[in-house]
């Protein structure tokens, strides 16, 4: 590995149970140095998270399935980009994989 960049996997992070029928994989923990965190969740068919308010931003992939944020469905390979003060309600009634970034920590 090149000097300055770590590696995570995915199968050597240990799952976190966030809501009902929602797992999470946190890849990347926030620091002092850099406050930036990256998961992945995973939605279950019909889990729901709730209202979800942001103070920092947020950034989401969506690697499989179709994400819903309360107002629109968003299929594999959407970005959704959520400003500070942004609100949705994340849920998927098919299941879904997301990759969410806090580029500002959480």
Do not use: W
């Not at 995915?10 to 999470?24: M, N």
């Not at 920092?56 to 469905?73: K, R, S, Y």
């Amino acid at each position: 590995m090149q000097s300055g960049f770590r590696v995570t996997s995915i199968q050597d992070t240990p799952p976190s149970t966030v809501a009902d029928g929602i797992v999470a994989r946190v890849l990347k923990e926030g620091s002092t140095e850099d406050p930036s965190v990256v998961m992945e969740l995973n939605f279950a068919p019909g889990a729901a998270f709730g209202k979800d308010a942001h103070a920092q931003p947020e950034i989401l992939i969506v690697t499989e399935g179709v994400f819903l944020d309360g107002h629109a469905e968003y299929g594999e390979g959407s970005v959704i980009v959520g400003t500070p003060g942004s609100v949705h309600f994340p849920q998927s009634t098919v299941g879904c994989t997301v990759l969410a970034i806090h580029p500002a920590g959480l």
